[in-house]
């Protein structure tokens, strides 16, 4: 069922996602092509704040700030978890691998990989406030348009 706290935490997360995306870009390799990696992480950011953060809004100011915690995490695992799939995707279609559970163990190397470069101090502190405003403005939503 569609309700403004949804639709608010949707927009947020994906508002966040966006940043982030921006803010991992300068982190990675110089040959590194990007495709369509903002749009895929702004997608992510919608669904995440749709589905995990919308429908657990209205419950205080404290569930608001942990319900922006789950979300910023669910858009981290889910961001570094595609963006592996699409990695592993990539060499696999290069022949790097000799079967089918290389290729899916290479998923999870890929992403601790990944998890590594993103582990700095400023998207730290970007999410932190991402976690806040996402979830102070859809708790604002959910209470203000029930």
């Known amino acids: ?10 927009f947020c ?9 921006l803010m ?8 590194t092509d990007f495709g369509y990696f903002i749009p ?3 997608c992510i950011g919608l669904g995440v ?7 657990r809004a209205g419950r205080g100011t404290t569930a608001a700030i942990n ?14 978890g595609v963006q592996a799939i699409n990695e592993m995707v990539r060499l696999a279609m290069r022949n790097r691998y000799d079967g089918p559970f290389e ?11 990944y998890a590594v470069i993103v582990a700095t101090v400023p998207i730290g502190i ?5 976690t806040v405003f996402c979830g102070l403005l859809t708790e604002f939503a959910a209470n203000r348009w029930p």
């Open 1 to 10: 069922m569609p309700t403004a706290a949804r639709l608010m935490a949707a």
């Open 13 to 21: 997360v994906a508002i966040t996602a966006y940043f982030i995306s």
């Open 24 to 31: 991992v870009m300068p982190l990675m390799p110089e040959s």
């Open 40 to 42: 895929v992480n702004i």
């Open 49 to 55: 704040g749709w589905i995990a953060m919308g429908r």
């Open 67 to 80: 319900n922006g915690l789950t979300g910023m995490f669910l858009l981290m695992l889910w961001g570094i």
């Open 103 to 113: 290729a899916v163990v290479a998923i999870f190397k890929i992403g601790a990989e």
């Open 126 to 130: 970007g999410l932190l406030v991402g």
